[in-house]
């Protein structure tokens, strides 16, 4: 589903990705994880295309993702991705922030739009919510509506950037809750966050990242038990032991 | 103080003859500043929106232009500029356009070069405004719109300038008076609207206080109802949970 092969990114001198390669089968979950700045968001962004890269090639669903001639949007239309900062668009109704894209990029009527809308409202559990703004939900069902929105376009994989860190402690779980449940259903997802619960629940592997390099990429029982880079074994102590 | 006030002066009729009264002159002038400065506040808004859209853009070349364009027209000072409109580019244009320009009439050559003015003057200071409320919105909201599968403008489109638009209604009530205001310089190349004619009426009746008093009231009045007016915009276009909102 998606393919990385020798991945790299620079600003300047600065090496922010480095021979990245990896592969995501269809239905798998992938966990990324790492210190700040290990260039773990940067890496799915260039899944979508968010972020360019210099070298190395990305394939998402037979489509290379740094070929110029490639239609980006209709690339990302299929992909659906959730922010940290859950960025649904503030002027909009809950149930047109899940209709915009559906309308103007799929071409799906009005009816149609609201539909799949109600349904999917429904299944993160806001379907009262449905009129109002974003600003008036909090943390946790705005993030439930931003995946929501993600998966209105019917998406062949799904994009997590650090779904949960910008929440409230008591509202992680409501969101974590959703990923798993569409995590049991089989959506193929990659998803950066330091949820270890959730990856060792969930994950059919985990990336492991340090200074722009996937220093591990191993089954999530191999990783949790004997990761073998010592940078990975002392990430894993700091934010197992507390 | 020996002043003779004389407010029934208005009300005389002209000196110049015809039916006319003082006070109808003030209308004429308070009706050509409402319509010089309303259709350049139009064009401003227009080409303001455009040219600050494109400041934004990840092209050098389009932001390049938006640039210089933004620095032409608001480093060179109002009167500096309505001159050029009126005495220079016409004779700068193709012959024909020019001399075609120039023989129609004198009024409407006055108004046509001071809207044309007033307005780039306001664009490169509306288009300021609009860059400003672009770069003031999350820098997710555009990923957020391009990761949908939106083109780069229609996440202009849809994502982020309805709410830059909705950040800088505050600002622009402020440029919306400055046309009003900015439109009296335009008596210095003739045209005859509010602040021209208040002059004249000094030049006829020696009346300067009575006069001056009465521009001053009516420009008060125009802006006054500017000011509600965009009050009552910025009420309507708030968003409920976001900052101002309900």
């Known amino acids: 589903m998606i393919s990385m092969n020798k991945v790299s990114k620079q600003y300047g001198s600065f090496h922010v990705l480095t021979d990245c390669t990896t592969q995501v089968q269809k239905g798998e979950v992938i966990v990324v994880c790492g210190p700040s700045g290990s260039g773990k968001s940067t890496l799915i962004k260039c899944v979508n295309g968010l972020e360019p890269f210099q070298s190395g090639e990305i394939i998402v669903n037979g489509v290379s993702v740094g070929d110029p001639r490639t239609n980006l949007s209709k690339l990302r239309s299929t992909v659906g991705m959730v922010f940290q900062n859950f960025e649904l668009f503030p002027h909009m109704s809950i149930i047109d922030n899940l209709g915009i894209a559906q309308t103007k990029v799929l071409g799906r009527s009005q009816e149609q739009a609201r539909e799949k809308g109600f349904k999917l409202l429904d299944r993160v559990g806001l379907r009262e919510q449905a009129e109002k703004y974003p600003g008036q939900l909090s943390g946790g069902q705005q993030q439930r509506v931003a995946i929501a929105r993600a998966l209105a376009m019917d998406p062949i994989c799904m994009l997590f950037d650090e779904p949960t860190s910008a929440l409230d402690p008591e509202m992680v779980n409501e969101v974590l809750d959703v990923m798993t449940e569409l995590a049991q259903e089989g959506m193929t997802m990659m998803c950066v966050t330091h949820e270890m619960g959730f990856a060792k629940r969930v994950a059919s592997r985990v990336i492991f990242m340090d200074q722009g390099r996937i220093v591990e990429d191993d089954s999530k029982e191999a990783f949790f038990e004997h990761a073998r880079s010592e940078r990975a074994q002392q990430f894993l102590a700091k934010i197992l032991h507390h | ?246």
């Open chain 2, 1 to 246: 103080m020996a002043y003779n006030w004389n407010w029934g002066v208005f009300l005389q009729p002209t000196a110049t003859g015809g039916d006319e009264t003082y006070l109808g002159w003030m209308f004429y002038g308070f009706k050509m500043t409402i319509a010089l400065s309303l259709s350049a506040w139009l064009i401003a808004l227009a080409v303001g929106a455009v040219v600050g859209v494109l400041r934004t853009v990840p092209n050098k070349w389009l932001s390049g232009f938006a640039t210089a364009y933004v620095e032409v027209f608001r480093n060179i000072p109002l009167l500096v500029q309505l001159f050029l409109w009126y005495f220079v580019i016409p004779e700068l244009l193709p012959e024909k356009v020019g001399n075609a320009f120039k023989q129609t009439n004198p009024i409407l050559q006055q108004f046509l070069a001071s809207m044309v003015c007033l307005a780039l003057f306001t664009s490169a200071r509306v288009a300021e405004q609009v860059r400003s409320g672009i770069n003031s919105l999350p820098p997710g909201q555009k990923n957020a719109g391009l990761a949908m599968g939106f083109t780069l403008p229609q996440t202009y489109r849809y994502v982020m300038l309805p709410m830059a638009v909705r950040l800088i209604v505050p600002p622009l009530t402020s440029e919306f008076l400055n046309i009003f205001k900015n439109s009296a310089v335009c008596s210095t190349i003739g045209l005859l609207e509010l602040a021209a004619q208040g002059r004249q009426l000094v030049d006829y009746t020696a009346q300067p206080y009575e006069s001056f008093i009465a521009v001053t009231i009516a420009y008060l009045l125009i802006n006054v109802v500017v000011m509600f007016g965009m009050r009552w915009v910025e009420g309507h276009v708030r968003v409920p949970g976001y900052i101002g909102g309900k």
